[in-house]
């Protein structure tokens, strides 16, 4: 009994000893854009304490002057000749996806292991291109996607804070059934759990979407332009089922993207209440009408755009006719729209269908905003940080650099104000105050 005591009071007086040690940062920033929308500040010093932004000082402070006990750690990092902002928020990506020409194959050959660890790499790729968080927009097979978010949250694999979708909710045949023309007993093998016909049917989806913990809902009101489909680019869920799909994730308190191009297709799911537009191409003026109504955010994907115009101009390329009629429609429109609903007072967040791009580049959208959307450089990267915030709801963490937001931060050598496409070669990425590339 003494012994045991004894050997109590050691471990109590061991206990008493341990004492938290806190991890700060402090970084020079030569030119710092701490909130996009307001001026750039020259020489300031951004302070974070446990990957949180703790203040944000004029000049270059004394490193001593920071209120820290004995056993904290702190760490400098000299950017004076940088240029730092907040890091990059992309409101539409596909983590376990890429659309090389043999992707129809890769649906039926991988497995669940294959995409999970295809992923991972991905997610390094764009969390290294200044992407410190992303929206996966839906993923055509089952656990991988969540894999890589729980596993990049737990610290065992690099990437960007992703917030998943899950599967993709469509209609029988819809954009988002990958089983186009595949015969009957490979179709019945892939399907999608997240294809739906009718309000109840709908509803289970959803539900089961949220009972494996997504974070937001993706469903595709329209048709799309890649998918095997001739059924143009047209509304595909009646305006029951995409109440239904709207309303019973709102109830959940779950928000809800939807893949719409026909401008039919965008007006039903903003008249039906949902969150968010993805690519949005044929919008018309009641829809910028409705988008200012509801506040809804457009999501323009022109990076997607973008990267079909190579593969339009090349005869020999793997576009099938249907997808080669549907992308050169798109295409052209692609290069008009942004611009109307930038000007329309439409809420924009930058969003670059990363998939169907290469992942990692995503910051070619930045360009593409200034020079198809009519943005400036500042509205470009105010779209790809705080509105992006405000897109997901989580403004009061991400999005700028302020006190009590995420130490999620990067920097370019050059001026993007001066010159947006510098953003493609990003310099230094921090997230939550842990460095992840500096060159
Ligand atoms: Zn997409």
């Not at 909130?35 to 000082?57: F, M």
């Not at 410190?132 to 694999?157: E, K, Q």
């Not at 954009?175 to 709908?202: M, N, P």
Request: hydrophobic share 40%; glycine share 10%; proline share 3%.
């Amino acid at each position: 009994m003494k012994t045991f005591l004894s050997v109590c009071l050691a471990v109590l007086a061991f206990q008493s000893t341990i004492v938290y040690a806190a991890q700060w940062d402090l970084i020079f920033a030569g030119q710092l854009l701490a909130i996009p929308g307001e001026p750039v500040a020259n020489e300031q010093s951004v302070i974070l304490k446990d990957g949180r932004v703790h203040s944000v000082e004029p000049g270059y402070i004394d490193p001593q002057s920071i209120d820290r006990s004995a056993s904290d750690t702190l760490e400098i990092h000299d950017l004076k000749d940088h240029f730092v902002m907040p890091g990059f928020i992309d409101g539409h990506v596909h983590l376990t996806v890429y659309m090389a020409s043999n992707e129809s194959m890769n649906w039926v050959r991988m497995s669940e292991a294959d995409f999970a660890i295809r992923g991972a790499k991905y997610a390094k790729d764009t969390l290294l291109a200044g992407f410190t968080t992303v929206r996966d927009m839906g993923a055509f097979s089952g656990d991988s996607i969540y894999a890589i978010r729980d596993g990049i949250n737990n610290g065992d694999i690099i990437g960007p804070r992703t917030y998943v979708a899950g599967h993709t909710i469509s209609i029988n045949g819809g954009h988002g059934d990958i089983t186009h023309s595949y015969k009957q007993s490979v179709a019945d093998a892939i399907r999608s759990a997240g294809i739906c016909d009718g309000v109840s049917e709908c509803r289970k989806v959803v539900r089961e979407q949220i009972r494996r913990t997504a974070d937001h809902i993706k469903l595709t009101a329209t048709a799309g332009v890649l998918s095997e489909s001739a059924a143009g680019l047209e509304q595909q869920f009646f305006d029951d089922e995409l109440k239904a799909i709207i309303d019973t994730a709102h109830l959940m308190g779950v928000k809800v993207a939807a893949h719409a191009h026909g401008a039919q297709g965008i007006n039903a799911a903003l008249r039906a209440g949902v969150d968010t537009i993805e690519h949005g191409t044929f919008l018309n003026q009641e829809s910028i009408q409705l988008f200012v109504e509801t506040g809804a955010y457009l999501s323009p994907t022109l990076s997607a755009g973008a990267s079909m115009e190579p593969l339009v101009n090349d005869p020999n390329s793997f576009l099938t006719p249907i997808q080669r009629e549907k992308s050169e429609m798109a295409l052209t429109r692609g290069k008009q729209y942004v611009r109307e609903a930038h000007n329309g007072g439409v809420n924009i967040a930058l969003s670059t269908d990363a998939g169907v791009i290469e992942h990692g580049k995503n910051a070619l959208e930045f360009e593409l905003l200034v020079n198809w959307g009519g943005m400036t450089p500042m509205e470009a990267i105010k779209a790809g940080t705080i509105n992006g915030a405000d897109n997901i709801g989580k403004l009061d963490e991400l999005g700028s650099i302020e006190a009590g937001k995420w130490g999620d931060i990067v920097a370019v050598k050059a001026n993007p104000l001066e010159d947006i496409a510098v953003l493609k070669n990003i310099d230094f990425v921090m997230k939550e105050g842990e460095v992840y590339l500096n060159r």
